[in-house]
């Protein structure tokens, strides 16, 4: 495993006056599989969405490693949402927020980035159930294909970094295996992965895993 691509310090994260974070501690290497667990209400989501800069406000440091051939990290943690995208922070939402109204290739194209083509073989490679439905709109495809084609569509940015939200709640366990498979691809090319996720399937093949308890990380 290789360098330090995130590294969080003491991140407290709120709604309004209501605190759901405490003092979030963790690093996710180049290459490494973290997955985040926790009961219902435990601060997954909101991990998530803090270290992307979405809905919550944020106190504590979120150091980013922009460049991977420079030793100098950068703390993203009062930037805007477009702009840790950019850099490359990919985020997959529980509810996978797809264009409606596009196809399975609209949803991909709109998303790409200056090599769009190369990204997107990469993408049909990883994901390859979605081959043979380019032309199909997204919202006629299975759950499970749903959550493939978001993760691809954030692919298509060119992450260096994938934090994605429960990917496999509510799908069919074949379906769950390619996803882990696709994921473990991703790991293998360097990528840094956080994902909340409850699947057993994906506990067994992390790095580690990291238990969220009431807002607080505890070691499991
Ligand atoms: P789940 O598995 O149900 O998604 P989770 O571990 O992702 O759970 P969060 O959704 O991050 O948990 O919720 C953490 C805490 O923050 C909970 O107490 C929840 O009620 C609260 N919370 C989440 N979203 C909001 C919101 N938009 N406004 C106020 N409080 C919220």
Redesign the pocket.
């Known amino acids: 495993m290789g360098l330090i691509v995130l590294d969080v310090q003491k991140l407290n994260a709120f ?1 309004g006056p ?1 605190q ?1 974070l405490f003092e979030v501690t963790l690093q996710v290497k180049a290459g490494e599989l973290v997955v985040l667990q ?10 998530l969405k803090a270290l992307m800069g979405l ?1 919550v406000g944020t106190e504590g440091r979120i150091h980013y490693q922009v460049n991977p051939t420079e030793s100098g990290q950068v703390d993203i943690q009062r930037w805007e949402t477009h702009r840790r995208a950019h850099v490359g922070l990919g985020y997959v939402p ?1 509810d996978r927020r797809l264009f409606a109204g596009l196809t399975v290739r609209e949803n991909l194209r709109v998303a790409a980035g200056q090599d769009a083509r190369a990204q997107e073989a990469r993408a049909l490679d990883l994901f390859p159930a979605l081959k043979t439905k380019l032309k199909r709109p997204a919202t006629q495809m299975s759950g499970g294909e749903q959550q493939m084609l978001a993760i691809a569509r954030t692919l298509m940015t060119g992450p260096r970094v994938l934090l994605l939200d ?1 990917p496999c709640e509510g799908i069919a366990p074949v379906l769950v295996e390619s996803i882990r498979d696709a994921l473990l691809a991703l790991k293998r090319d360097g990528l840094a992965l956080l994902v ?1 996720e409850q699947n057993r399937l994906f506990a067994s093949r992390a790095d580690r895993v990291l238990l ?1 308890v009431a ?1 607080k990380v505890r070691d499991s």
């Open positions: 709604y209501a759901a926790g009961l219902n209400g435990a601060g997954k989501s909101t991990l809905e529980e429960e909340a969220l807002g």
